[in-house]
């Protein structure tokens, strides 16, 4: 069992529901953004005459802006007020919203895909910190999974909102929907959020700013070329990004654990169970993203349904989620992580594996069956991991925690995401290879092969995080202030 955190910190009295309903409706629509275009792509892909491995940077470019700009969210909640982030943070969605709303060119659409990714980076974070600041740990659980709701749930169902917009007007009106919802959100938090988090405005260390920025941007830009250069794994423009990143990456973790105030503290490594949650919630962001990019491409694509009827087969999973997120929350403040966690990986498991045998051929209801099934396993351990690798931190340290895991998730999310179409792509040239008369097999099976293989991928990521799972023990947080 972890020793318990013993925290003396005072905190003024706030209106904690207008501060969350503020956060939670601009993190909603953010999250929204990360899977909204999955349906739009296959639209996107005839309308700009671009492929599979250019379009797809709608998503991973996305997730790379994510990467670079959450490692700074640690800085910028001890240098700048809640209010102050909460509108430069919207300020730039709306930006963005509008941006891709009338954009005519790939170019002008990924510029907006990018504002968009900038003021959700911000968002994510101060939503996680303030959550850990209003709520106490006996209530955190329950708390934690409403954000874990707003956070993934929003992803879900972001193709079946996004599928409806589509066939009944345009895919423009994705980016309009994202900006009348911000525009809300800005109203609301303009009147109510107030701060919250302690201003320090410690000394901006420059080489860890460009060290974060070059280090993490490389990362994710090596596995996102990944899918461009199909089968060749050594492609220098794989390679050289993901090598130079390891080195920038090194330096960078040698030098906050070396300099009195670090960009990111990454003394939060230190405690086993943030490390355990941490590992734990970056297994199912990669499992979720690649399943949400997945999925759509193999009901539209092979099975033929129109993104409408594609984001209606998804629906029922993202329904499943939103309702057992909060259920899972108090859950887990009642009986601890264990026996949610290990369950719900033991579900991800069977899912995907059920998965792997989709076909041309298969049932509508068995793939909803299965989305179902496995948006419940990826809700049963993401928010119990999440809470309890963060109680296993002082509260000083909460905007580093959130920072840490954010960044990671994002990271994690474009490996996945790349990965995957890489995988996939690498399944429909060896089926083709192996063929004897590809010319004439329906380009449908070649694809269904793709994806097997790509949903086998998800199974190795979901394994190694049943053994993390094993691991996991329930932190007791004591005497910690909070807010009224």
Known sequence: MQEANVVEHQIPKVKVFPIMFSLMLAVFIGTFNETALNVALSELMRTFHIGETLVQWLTTGYLLTLGILVPLSGLLMKWFTTRQLFLTAVALSIIGAVTGAIAGSFEILMIARIFQAAGT????????????????????????????????????????????????????????????????????????????????????????????????GALVFGFSNIGESESDWNSTKVFIPIVISIVILTFFVFRQLTIEKPLMDLRAFQKSMFVNGTLLILVCMMVNLSAMLILPMYLIRVIGLNALSAGLVLLPGGLIFAFFAPVIGRLFDKYGPKWLVLPGLIIVVVSLWFLTSLSPTSTISLIVSLHCSLMIGIVMVWNPAQTN?????????????????????????????????SVMKIGEIKFLENSSSPDVLHPSLALTAGIQDAFFFTISVSAVGLLIGLFIKRVKVENQHHMK
């Open 389 to 421: 690798g963060m109680n296993d931190l002082p509260p000083e340290m909460y905007p580093d925690g959130t920072a840490i895991m954010n960044t990671l998730l994002q990271i994690a999310g474009a490996i996945g995401t790349a990965t995957a179409v």
């Open 121 to 216: 980076a911000i968002l994510l974070p101060l939503l996680f910190n303030s959550a850990l600041i209003l709520f106490p740990p006996e209530k955190r659980g329950s708390a934690m999974g409403l954000v874990a709701l707003v956070f993934t749930a929003a992803p879900a169902v972001g193709p079946t909102i996004s599928g409806l917009l589509i066939v009944k007007l345009s895919w423009h009106w994705i980016f309009w929907i994202s900006c009348l919802f911000m525009l809300v959100s800005l109203v609301f938090g303009a009147i109510y959020i107030q701060n919250i988090s302690k201003i320090t405005k410690p000394k901006i260390e420059l080489f860890s700013l460009f060290m974060s920025i070059f280090g993490f």
